[in-house]
């Protein structure tokens, strides 16, 4: 089992739609999370953290499952700009492969 | 209010030939890292340095050299470049391991023909 799994997606979703994505992680003595966005050709920025069950920004959701070792990101009512691919890290450094997503009008 | 800051920005080379990329930050980080980023595969760690004058081998570090010798500045060199060191590269740093995140360089395109 790698140590941080993505849905591979890609995600291709209209405007205003709510999608979500799954992260898995094998090093059960993690305690904090983070989400990133990648937008084509740039570098990585964080987009949330998650210290406990979980964190809300906005139209942004991150949630922790510490039992099943996964977290999530809830985006609703999507928007174009939302456009990029999200990385999940597990600390120290451990990268997903990331999740591409498309909003399309 | 700079950051992490990655020089060069792009990178022609030929195999066998050396180069070194460096890494600034402003922040006062501890932490500094070295990633490679290949189409499908996410961010790979190369080195790390969890401090002035210490470096560690990371996921994929053969190949590769680095140097600390200032807190501020982590230097990655290739001693002879290969074509499968073509990549987009990355460094990042961060005050802590474990429970901050990482700041991002804006990444150095680099070619190896």
């Known amino acids: 089992r790698k140590e941080v799994e993505q849905d591979p997606g890609p995600f291709n979703v209209p405007e205003g739609a709510t999608v979500a994505f799954n992260c898995t992680y094998s090093n059960s003595a993690s305690q904090s999370f983070f989400w990133y966005r990648q937008d084509c050709r740039k570098e990585p920025k964080l987009l949330m953290s998650v210290y406990s069950s979980g964190n809300e920004d906005g139209r942004f959701t991150a949630q922790l499952n510490r039992a099943s070792q996964y977290i999530s990101l809830l985006i609703r009512d999507s928007k174009l700009s939302d456009s990029a691919t999200y990385l999940c890290?597990?600390?120290?450094?451990?990268f997903g492969a990331g999740t591409r997503l498309t909003v399309k009008p | 209010n700079a950051g992490v800051t990655q020089t060069p920005k792009f990178r022609v080379l030929k195999t066998g030939q050396s180069m070194t990329l460096l890494c600034a930050q402003d922040m006062n980080h501890e932490y500094m890292y070295w990633y490679r980023q290949d189409p499908g595969m996410g961010l790979r760690l190369i080195h790390y340095s969890v401090g002035e004058g210490t470096t560690a081998k990371g996921e994929v570090p053969d190949g590769y050299n680095v140097s600390r010798l200032k807190k501020q500045n982590f230097l990655l060199g290739l001693e002879s470049a290969a074509p499968s060191q073509t990549s987009v590269y990355f460094c990042?740093?961060?005050?802590?391991?474990?429970?901050?995140?990482?700041?991002f360089g804006d990444g150095t395109r680099l070619s190896i023909l």
């Open positions: 990042a740093s961060s005050r802590t391991a474990t429970n901050q995140p990482q700041h």
């Open positions: 890290v597990v600390p120290p450094m451990r």
